[in-house]
């Protein structure tokens, strides 16, 4: 079927990621490369877990839909990391793996007395990854941060919504999951850049750096002397019409980027009228008449429905998209033929799906997902595979210092991996 | 300084891009290569080359911002690739090199000659990507498609925004620059697996499947039988008030995710009668008064400088952001600190900068990145390096088929590269 050969698995198969992540960036991060093929261990809190298993609602079967959509391909180990055994264990991790990803609060993980000396030191060749809200340095080195705020912080809610309305924020996490696609990206070029010289890094990231790269071209703008940008809703600056417009039962998204389109888009509506209208003739012109624009185009776009102004559009040769609203989305045809949503088995969530990578290799889609760990699953697993005997993992559990999922088996006949 | 060793050039050091690309998702994809250090070659039309360069204004010292944001550490080779002989050109680059990036209309490459059966032919070990709107399969798989587009097919445009007002879109090319990302990543995985097999590979990517993977949290809450979100603004859906507040002389962006913030909030501002107004008291009874608390705390920061309620939250321990225009961005001192902007010489641009690459190795960003090329800079180098003669190169571009820039020296007395 396909020219190049069958894919195998991900080429990430032996790599093992410690994952010392909440909420999304971090588990992000370690998820894209869980799904290429390397070990992800999530350490998390005894007890409580990552901040994100408490994100609900949105909730599915009782399971928050935040943690669910970040955290496949995992295992969970529970661990106290401020009792000296916990951190023994995560010490004895560190030496034994190729990856860390950590976004605690800035400082909280050198607090512990990890500090890029000491990690260097267990394990100098660990690609060490630390993601924190405003980057290594400067004024506001050691503040949290969240999405929405740097969102604010880095220009993007100035630019979104509309110009008579207040600022928007984008309701998606692109600072956050951006940055975990960035980290993900830093992990392969570390991982080839040991591959030559042996030696492991430190790298780091941040939201702020996320975001200035997604206003890239705005800023660069201005910095050229153009003027601050308009919000213009769904608008573009140098196209008019172009955008969301309404129709007798939702909206529809159209773009006639030059005249031969706007000509077109008049007669597929019946609209012939508003073609060589004073100041409508030329985009130019249409560019400078921007609300006049919008408010015909759209008085004739209400008289219609949406799948009526779609038919002629189309027809026409005018592009256009309907304004999906997401349970369309989950429904449409072209989302299903493309494969983007899988079906994972969950013990808790029966319907349980997740969204795909975006990309397949040869035909196929990365390595099968597995369902999100619950909180402990794998601790008794972990531990034994880096030495600790059954009795000394009971011990830990009993102290409290590593928490055991109840459904984990507590001493199973065969412990696995690299156990000594 | 750091504790693991300096870093060294970046791991793709000796890997060779052909970019068979236009406007915004391949560029960006092949940037990042790029600034990990790749050989890119960038192959555009000759005379016009990429349609980005001339997306004007806004522009730079009359340069489209857009293709100066989008693709520095390139080189750039004018051919016709409808003659013959410029395709004969571009499959001794496919042949010599180690991945090949193309975001041409669905078909065109193949109507070319160049189905994937063919490109696995010229190279077996090549890393074909292949990126496009609506993905390889499905009813809508040959459509061409724009990010805002697809942004409103894909359920974006139907949750950004003011609820009362009209839908928006995410005013940053996060389908186009996101896919750009993923297709880096693919490289790497790719590249990672023909280390081991020694076989290359067909990537397909599309904006439909970037853009699913960045709505995969409300997607799958609505999959789970949650409500479709609303739009809110800035605001957030479990969490009152969050989101940007109307200030004297501009706006702030406010987080109080918990009852003690709020309180603390309230007593910043001097506005403790909101904190127990009547269903103001705790966050759950807020959620449900969104309107009235947003009017209401609205009314108190306008009477606020920007300055003010920034200074007042700060030092009662209220998360909270200005909500910059991108010049303040620009001259802001956490920005300059991280040095996410670098300087770039640039013939024409005299004071050029790029936004980096949103991470460093042990300290340093990834390698520096040199300008953006003008069309056709690198043609006759490149030629001369796949074998022609400078009178081959002459003949061609005599004929039209490739594009020589009016800077490049016609005829270098020493040849580079592996030129045989």
């Known amino acids: 079927m396909n020219a190049f050969p069958e894919p195998g698995g991900g080429s990430l198969d032996g790599i093992r990621v410690v994952e010392l992540g909440t909420s999304v960036a971090a588990p992000m991060a370690t998820q894209i490369l869980g799904d290429f093929g390397a070990e992800v261990i999530k350490v998390e809190r005894v007890g409580r877990g990552d901040d994100s298993r408490q994100w609900a609602p949105p909730d599915w079967d009782g399971q928050s839909v935040t943690f669910l959509a970040l955290n496949r391909n995992k295992r969970s180990l529970a661990l106290d990391l401020k009792d000296p055994r916990g951190l023994a264990v995560l010490e004895e991790l560190i030496r034994r793996s190729d990856v860390l990803v950590q976004n605690l609060r800035p400082g909280a993980v050198a607090a512990l007395g990890l500090t890029p000396e000491r990690i260097a030191e267990l394990n100098p060749r660990l690609v060490y990854c630390e993601l924190s809200g405003f980057g290594p340095t400067g004024p506001r080195a050691g503040q949290p941060a969240y999405d929405p705020l740097l969102q604010a912080y880095s220009g993007i ?45 430190h790298v780091e990231l941040s939201l702020l750096q996320t975001a200035l790269m997604w206003v890239s071209m705005p800023l660069l703008a201005v910095a050229a002397g153009n003027g601050l940008p308009a919000r213009l809703g769904s608008g573009l600056a140098g196209v008019v019409p172009y955008g969301a417009f309404p ?58 429905t949406t799948a009526e102004v779609l038919k002629r559009l189309t027809e026409n040769k005018v592009p256009c998209s309907p304004v999906h609203t997401l349970d369309q989305v989950l429904a449409d045809e072209q989302v299903r033929a493309v494969g983007a949503l899988t079906s994972v088995e969950h013990p808790e969530v029966p319907d349980f799906q997740v969204v795909n990578l975006p990309m397949t290799f040869a035909g196929a889609y990365p390595t099968a997902p597995t369902a999100p760990p619950v909180l402990g699953a794998d601790s008794g697993a972990v531990l034994r595979e880096i030495g600790l005997t059954p009795a000394q993992v009971a011990e830990l559990a009993d102290a409290g210092v590593v928490g055991l999922a109840d459904t984990a088996d507590p001493d199973p006949a065969t412990p696995t991996g690299d156990a000594t």
Chains 1, 2 share one sequence.
């Open 157 to 201: 809610v100035s630019i979104t919504g509309e110009d008579e309305g207040e600022p928007a924020r984008v309701p998606v996490s692109i600072l956050d999951m951006g940055t975990g696609m960035w980290t993900a990206l830093a992990v392969f070029e570390a991982l080839r850049r040991r591959d030559r010289t042996g030696a492991g890094t």
């Open 247 to 304: 129709t007798a039962d939702g909206h529809v998204f159209v773009s006639a980027g030059n005249d031969d389109a706007w000509a077109r888009l008049c007669s597929a509506l019946d609209a012939e009228h508003l073609r060589s209208a004073d100041g409508f003739a030329t985009n130019r012109e249409r560019v400078q008449h921007r609300a006049d624009v919008t408010s015909a185009l759209s008085a004739v776009t209400r008289d219609f």
